[in-house]
């Protein structure tokens, strides 16, 4: 675990910030692992062929996902994007030139349950190419014959999202879908933006994986497109077209190559220790307080992480846990939980993106709130603005 240096927040005037939310874009997604640091530094001061640098993005890719070859987006959303295009254009430059303009043949079909929003909706990412969405099945439920018969003539590619932000249950299997898709001919886009695991999704069938760089694998802001060689070189010619305002400078592709290497010897176990021991910690924290109650939380789509989930009984703990929540990210420095499931009566604390001695001032900052909740001196926050603060945020931004 670095160290992190609150000198950055007072030299430059930022309100300091700790993050046990998880990888979000509102907060600049994760600390960037060293390697990838001192890559992006590196490559600033020269120039550099983008296409043998992306040629050597592939290669990377590859030895990490098993794919035939990738190459580096700006961001997962981008590489969404790019890779329907691909689908629709193939390598006919003079397509690529038209889109968003299209034939008919530019469906994308999409299970009903997988239409999220990651900061934006992922329909929106599919609409930028002139595609459109192609609704399967409805949002609990996506049965064979629902995917089999919304494959018509007019579908270029199938998106399947592998995500906390989909729906839980009632799905496709990602194997079913690919085995579906392949007996119609369609490609297999796969969102994995947030998944740790880099290979299973290609070898249960998918044609394209598609993760971010600046999450779990701590990059720059970048995303990583990696699957059949044809695909993607159809996704990557992209850039001649819609992909030029989606623009990724050879230091953000260099510094997702660095961090893809330091991924493979990175010390995960090192790091579960740790990130366990905060929970721990966390869980002391809590205890003793009446309404207040913890459990070690397993990531919803299996990734190895785990979070503390704290599960408040608002009458007995005097605070509903958006109270709790709320006032976690007025202390000093600021504490950003996840509290994106308030409604279900928890919060979560997510430890994958600590800094040496975060943990022991969110504890020490938990008891001082929950001692607070108990004398009935936490203010409750309003649930509808907290539920449209994202929004807020953006319209408010820069006004004085
Ligand atoms: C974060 C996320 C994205 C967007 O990733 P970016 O690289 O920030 O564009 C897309 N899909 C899912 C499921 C995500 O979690």
Redesign the pocket.
């Known amino acids: 675990m670095s160290k992190v240096n609150w000198n950055f927040y007072t030299k430059n005037g930022f309100e300091p910030l700790i993050n046990v939310n998880g990888?979000m874009?509102g907060i600049g997604?994760s600390r960037a692992v060293p390697q990838a640091v001192a890559a992006t530094a590196e490559i600033m001061p020269h120039f550099v062929n983008m296409h043998e640098l992306q040629a050597k993005a592939s290669k990377v890719i590859a030895a990490a996902t098993g794919a035939e070859a990738g190459f580096i987006a700006a961001?997962?959303?981008?590489?969404?994007s790019m890779a329907v295009a691909g689908c629709i254009t193939g390598l006919n430059v003079g397509h690529v030139e038209q889109l968003p303009q299209t034939s008919e043949k530019n469906k994308v079909a999409v299970q009903m349950g997988h239409l999220?929003n990651?900061?934006a909706s992922?329909e929106q990412a599919v609409r930028l190419t002139g595609a459109e969405v192609s609704i399967v099945g409805q949002s609990t439920q996506t049965l064979d014959h629902q995917l089999q018969a919304a494959l018509d003539d007019h579908v270029v590619a199938a998106i399947y999202?592998?995500?906390?932000?989909?729906v839980e249950y009632g799905q496709m299997p990602l194997k079913r879908f690919c085995e579906i898709c392949h007996n119609s001919n369609v490609p297999v886009i796969v969102?994995?933006?947030?998944e740790y695991d880099l290979q299973i999704f290609l070898a249960q069938g998918a044609d394209i994986v598609?993760y971010?760089?600046?999450?779990f694998l701590g990059g720059p802001?970048?995303?990583i497109v990696a699957g059949k060689r044809d695909l993607i070189k159809a996704a990557y010619i992209q850039n001649l077209g819609i992909a030029r305002g989606m623009k990724i400078g050879k230091e953000s592709i260099f510094g997702a190559m660095a961090a893809l290497t330091a991924w493979a010897s990175r010390d995960h176990a090192a790091i579960r220790q740790q990130e366990q021991a905060a929970l721990s910690l966390w869980a002391k924290a809590c205890h003793g307080f009446k309404g207040i109650d913890t459990n070690i939380q397993a990531d919803v789509t299996h990734n190895p992480l785990d979070r503390l989930k704290i599960t408040v009984d608002s009458a007995k703990a005097n605070a509903s846990p958006a109270a709790i929540a709320h006032a976690l990210g007025q202390f000093e420095p600021q504490i950003l939980v996840r509290d994106h499931e308030v409604e279900l009566g928890y919060i979560q604390l997510d430890p994958c993106n600590l800094a040496d001695g975060h943990a022991e001032i969110v504890a020490s900052a938990l008891k001082q709130v929950l001692q607070k909740a108990a004398k009935s001196q936490l203010q409750e926050p309003d649930t509808n603005l907290m539920r449209n603060a994202g929004i807020q945020s953006y319209l408010n931004w820069n006004s004085d």
């Open positions: 990888t874009t997604a961001s997962a959303s981008a590489g969404i999220c990651y900061g992922i999202v592998v995500s906390h932000h989909v969102d994995a933006a947030s598609i971010s760089g600046h999450k802001t970048s995303g």
